[in-house]
């Protein structure tokens, strides 16, 4: 069984920071990209971040200069740093992982249970 576990997210004020990780385990063959969306109440889901397994990155225009996305890939494991955060900001976050897996093996994109982040003072 393939999972992607998230962690980290929260209740912060404005302008505070948050770490999320998420981790894969399972049987995995090979991990391409990894990333994060988002899903605020009543807005359709929108892309954050993203990495491939040689670090390169894409952000969405709305979070450049605040998130930084990075990965582990001795651990299987994505984080979404972000800081400067805004009510604006606040979603479900979902990590997700472009991957071969599974059994029979596939090459398809597996997704977490999503983390509430809320903003609020």
């Known amino acids: 069984q393939v999972q992607l576990v998230e962690s980290g997210g929260g209740l912060v004020q404005p302008g505070g920071s948050l770490r999320l990780s998420c981790a894969a385990s399972g049987n995995i063959f090979a991990i391409h990209d990894m990333g994060w969306e988002r899903q605020r109440l009543g807005k359709q889901r929108e892309n954050v971040a993203r990495?491939?397994?040689?670090?390169?990155?894409a952000s969405a225009d709305f979070v450049k200069g605040r998130f930084t996305v990075s990965r582990d890939n001795d651990n299987d494991t994505v984080y979404l740093q972000m800081n400067n955060l805004q009510p604006d900001d606040t979603a479900v976050y979902f990590c997700?992982?472009?991957?071969?897996?599974?059994?029979?093996?596939?090459?398809?994109?597996?997704w977490g249970q999503g983390t509430q982040v809320t903003v609020s003072s």
């Open positions: 990495v491939s397994r040689a670090g390169n990155t």
């Open positions: 997700y992982a472009f991957m071969l897996a599974g059994s029979p093996r596939r090459v398809r994109t597996y």
